[in-house]
Every structure is written in C-alpha cells, then in structure tokens.
C-alpha cells in the first residue's frame, strides 16, 4: 500500500520560494503508470491541481501556474518535489502530494495527508 | 480552459439517497472521477473512471455518465457520509476539478 508524506516549511516570507517534498514509501516511484501530483487547497476553498511529475522527467503544470512552478522526481530517494516562486499571500493553501495513476486519463489515486503553507511576512 | 459544474449543497434524510451532479461540456465523452473529503481530512478517491469503486468503497457509492452530466450516487446515507465531494476530470494534459459539493444529512 503506497503511502505518502508531505514535508516543508509551514510559513514562508512573500517574494519567496515555497519548497515541499513528498516522501513515497510502501512503493516505487519509478511505476510507470504513476504521476506524481501536487494538489492545493486554499481555506475553505475547492482543489486546485498544480501540477505532477513522472519518473523519467516528463512534467506538466497548471497552466494558471506554469511560470512560477518546478516539479521533480528523486528516485534514489523515493521523493518528489514541488518549488513555487514568487509567492504572495493567494499561495496559503494545504498542499497535498498525490500518487495519480494515468493511462487514457488520470485519476488521484493516493493522497498524502496535506501540509499547510501560510504565506506571510 | 474546460470547466466542472457542481452544486454547491445537497441535502438527503439519513436513509435515502443523494445525487450529486457533475456538468461540462460533453463531459459524457470524458472519464469522470469522484473525491469524498471530510472535515480536516485528504481527499479519497470513491468512484474512478465514471463507474468503478475502489478496494475499500462501499457498493452504496456509484457513478454513472452520460446525458451531458456525471452522477455520483450514494445510497442508504449514512451520517458518515456528510462530506464534500469532487468530480474530476482530465482533459488537455490537466487535470480539472468540479468545485465541489457539500452533502448534508438530516
């Protein structure tokens, strides 16, 4: 059973680099079929998916947030990793790591329990 | 950029059955899939791929898809069952989320 662990720093300073990593465990990260997604949710708002990462470097991103965001897959680690820059105080969020498994679609298979991110000077 | 439409509340006595809608645009043509989130908890994936139930997920949870709306179908409500509920689609490599649907019992 593949369980995932979101790790980071809870505040960041506006202007800033918001760094997360998500730690797979129960599972490799090396699946194919498997894209490493993160997903946000602003206080009592709806799910934003900001974008995922596939072992073998392939990544796609939330158009709305392409410019500013990085994604990656450490498999030596059995980690993945999100970097958003510039942040402003709309970034406050629970973000959450995700396991999607994609064939002719995606589905959010497995979910991390969240990390909240406050964006704040 | 394609868009979900959702309800924004259902309400269902305990014991009966709600239906939460999911619209957009041919959404019949795509693969819907289906979130519960309760208060303070992740998401959990409860209906993949319109109609089909992940290990764990009670037969009381279903999905059909056609007519230009996705349903997700709970059956015999249950308190437990109060909870905010996601439909989810993939279309031009993004994944798009409804904006959700609170589901109360009464």
């Known amino acids: 059973q593949v369980q995932l662990q979101e790790s980071g720093p809870g505040l960041v300073k506006p202007s800033q680099t918001l760094s997360l990593t998500c730690t797979v465990s129960?599972?490799?990260?090396?699946?194919?079929?498997?894209?490493w997604s993160w997903i946000r949710q602003p206080p009592g708002k709806g799910l934003e998916w900001i974008g995922y990462?596939?072992?073998?470097?392939?990544?796609d991103y939330n158009a709305s947030l392409k410019s500013r965001v990085t994604m990656s897959v450490d498999t030596t680690k059995k980690q993945f990793s999100l970097k958003l820059r510039s942040v402003t105080a709309a970034d406050t969020a629970m973000y959450y790591c995700?396991?999607?498994?994609?064939?002719?679609?995606?589905?959010?298979?497995?979910w991390g329990k969240g990390t909240t991110v406050t964006v704040s000077s | 950029s394609y868009e979900l439409t959702q309800p924004l509340s259902v309400s269902v006595a305990l014991g009966q059955t709600a239906k939460i809608t999911c619209g957009g645009n041919?959404?019949?043509?795509?693969?819907v899939h289906w979130y519960q989130q309760k208060p303070g908890q992740a998401p959990v994936l409860v209906i993949y791929?319109?109609?089909n139930r992940p290990s764990g997920i009670p037969d009381r949870f279903s999905g059909s898809n056609s007519g230009s709306t996705a349903t997700l179908t709970v059956s015999r409500v249950q308190a437990g069952d109060e909870a905010d509920y996601y439909c989810?689609?993939?279309?031009?490599?993004?994944?798009?989320f409804g904006g959700g649907t609170k589901v109360i019992v009464l």
């Open positions: 995700v396991g999607s498994y994609c064939t002719s679609s995606c589905s959010m298979d497995v």
């Open positions: 129960g599972g490799s990260v090396s699946s194919g079929s498997y894209y």
């Open positions: 990462a596939h072992y073998t470097g392939n990544t």
């Open positions: 041919n959404v019949e043509t795509k693969t």
């Open positions: 791929r319109d109609t």
């Open positions: 989810q689609v993939w279309d031009s490599s993004t994944v798009v």
